[in-house]
């Protein structure tokens, strides 16, 4: 660790977890709460913060970007190892020379240095464009054929983001109406030369001065870019964009979050794994419950029985969420077929209405087949078996997972790549590469690749 002050803020359901543990490895944290300062005994907190935590959308994870965001996942994945870690570059701007002009489709494919092309929208476009002809994009996003690109420029700063032709816009996180007037006046200049400005949150507390030296060093690395594209005559990458991370939590890393949250203030057990399920009301009031000194065991017991008394309900439908590395999650849906409470163990079952093939079986699905999805809390794979109209077994199919959370209408777990299959009676793994790219890719830790591997080897024994 470097002896610079490396500040976060932290925002949402895992703020006092994460706080007690970015502050037990020499992170300092930023723009506290009260709440957080009397948590953490603090009378008050740096005003500034160079890095930004707040909850996923979905609130099973956490976004991260800052100048120390690499620094704070590589701690994150030693004590989080279940969890899944997707790296995101956006941004980044390019000297692109146009491949292909698809007319149909209203696409423009552009060489743009890399190892794929990338795909521009012709909506924006007037006139004849020709192939080798130079323009000026800017990364959007990934798939797994192209880079999705843009013409509409943004320029990223630490503390607001520059976006040609676009709106001015101040980030929910600011209340004070003195602060919001004056970040609104700081954009005037840059709205005279054309750009709108996005303030992030992280411009917080900044002073006026520092704010408007960066919207004056982004509209100078503007004037750059153009100059450096104007010389260019290959493809070339001009301008390093924007990196956030997104950390997907499996259950065990809840469970360690937990037990972090329980050394500052009175935790139930699973408090991160109900509050991303919904139950953030319930789970706050069990916790006024046991400062009230109410027995935890209790307490615990009361809940689950509260959550788990209605649903799932025999012919209801279900929905099994697999977190996947390449962002594209799997939901699986199907009926209720059988439920243990005892030990939350769920079977759905589909009806196939189309011809098609069973994925890595290699077997023929057929209209009228079904298909029994089998999970269980805690159990670390998913089992399918297909059947045809008949009820004969035609293959078993294993995803390998963390560990499974189950709750009333739906259930979810990080998938691990690694799968096995069973045909005829004989199993084997399928898809060691797919886990092993992922792992190269820093999605997934060395510490989980290895404990899927020994699940995959045990199933593919039996």
Request: charged share 35%; with cysteine; aromatic share 8%.
């Amino acid at each position: 660790m470097s002896n610079t002050v490396k500040s976060v803020k932290i925002r949402g359901i895992y703020s006092t977890a994460i706080t007690n543990y970015l502050l037990k490895n020499n992170f300092e944290i930023s723009c506290m709460s009260e709440e957080q300062l009397k948590r953490f005994n603090k009378k008050k907190s740096r005003e500034q913060a160079d890095n930004l935590i707040y909850d996923k959308e979905d609130l099973n994870g956490i976004t991260i970007h800052g100048e120390n965001a690499d620094e704070i996942i590589s701690l994150f994945k030693k004590e989080f190892n279940d969890s899944l870690f997707k790296k995101i570059e956006t941004g980044s701007i390019f000297t692109g020379l146009i491949k292909k002009v698809d007319q149909q489709n209203k696409e423009i494919y552009v060489d743009i240095g890399k190892d794929k092309l990338g795909v521009l929208s012709l909506k924006n476009y007037w006139g004849y464009l020709r192939e080798n002809e130079k323009v000026l994009v800017q990364l959007k996003g990934e798939t797994k054929e192209n880079y999705i690109l843009s013409n509409n420029i943004r320029l990223f700063g630490k503390n607001l983001i520059l976006i040609k032709d676009g709106f001015t816009k101040v980030s929910k996180h600011f209340r004070k109406k003195e602060e919001i007037e004056t970040l609104n006046n700081l954009s005037e200049k840059a709205r005279e030369k054309g750009w709108g400005v996005l303030w992030k949150s992280l411009a917080e507390n900044k002073s006026e001065k520092e704010l408007e030296e960066e919207i004056n060093n982004l509209l100078k690395l503007e004037e750059k870019i153009i100059k450096k594209h104007e010389k260019n005559k290959t493809p070339m990458e001009l301008n390093k964009g924007l990196t956030t991370w997104f950390v997907e939590f499996g259950k065990e890393s809840k469970e360690k979050l937990d037990k972090l949250r329980k050394e500052i203030v009175p935790t139930i057990k699973k408090h991160h794994t109900y509050k991303t399920a919904g139950y953030q009301n319930l789970v706050d009031f069990c916790e006024e419950l046991m400062k009230e000194k109410v027995k935890e065991e209790t307490i615990i017991k009361t809940l689950e029985n509260t959550i788990f008394k209605r649903n799932p309900k025999i012919g209801n439908y279900y929905k099994i969420i697999q977190k996947k590395s390449n962002n594209r999650d799997i939901i699986i849906s199907g009926k209720i077929e059988e439920f243990d409470i005892k030990n939350k163990k769920i079977v759905i079952k589909r009806i196939v209405k189309f011809e098609g093939t069973y994925d890595g079986l290699n077997i023929k699905k057929e209209p009228e087949d079904y298909i029994i999805t089998t999970i269980e809390e805690d159990k670390e794979y998913i089992e399918h078996s297909y059947f045809d109209s008949r009820g004969n077994l035609k293959g078993k199919y294993f995803s390998i997972t963390s560990k499974m959370e189950v709750f009333p209408f739906f259930a979810r777990c990080n998938d691990l790549e690694i799968d096995v299959i069973e045909k005829e009676g004989n199993r084997k793994k399928i898809d060691e590469e797919e886990l092993k790219e992922a792992v190269e890719m820093g999605i997934i830790t060395k510490k989980c690749e290895e404990r899927a591997k020994k699940i995959a080897n045990k199933l593919e024994a039996k």
